[in-house]
């Protein structure tokens, strides 16, 4: 069973910047970050392949989100800056075996709060 542990959350004005992590066990995966603010559906974050040499990013995080990853520990980061308040949402890491794949596995999820 995949296990995927994500920290870093947390409260920030806006402007500010925080850091996601997101520690898998096993294999290594093709990664990504995805969120969901009340009342709305989860949506696509940010993704980085499994080599690491591939990302890509929503159109509204573009230029301020940055996804990446270790070798070794199995571990991706997502560091947010000039965050705004509509980037308020929790904050879900998710993998699959392949970049081609469909994410089969997920986090617990990590509240961002975003104060205007």
């Known amino acids: 069973q995949v296990q995927l542990v994500e920290s870093g959350g947390g409260l920030v004005q806006a402007g500010g910047s925080l850091r996601l992590s997101c520690a898998a066990s096993?294999?290594?995966?093709?990664m990504g970050w995805f969120r969901q603010a009340p009342g709305k559906e989860r949506e696509f974050v940010a993704a980085?392949?499994?080599?690491?040499?591939?990302?890509n990013y929503a159109d509204s995080v573009k230029g301020r989100f940055t996804i990446s990853r270790d070798k070794v520990p199995n571990t991706v980061y997502l560091q947010m800056n000039s965050l705004k308040p509509e980037d308020t949402a929790v904050y879900y890491c998710?993998?699959?075996?392949?970049?081609?794949?469909?994410?089969?596995?997920w986090g617990q999820g990590t509240q961002v709060t975003v104060s205007s």
């Open positions: 998710a993998a699959k075996y392949a970049d081609y794949a469909q994410y089969e596995y």
């Open positions: 096993g294999r290594r995966y093709a």
């Open positions: 980085i392949s499994v080599s690491g040499g591939n990302t």
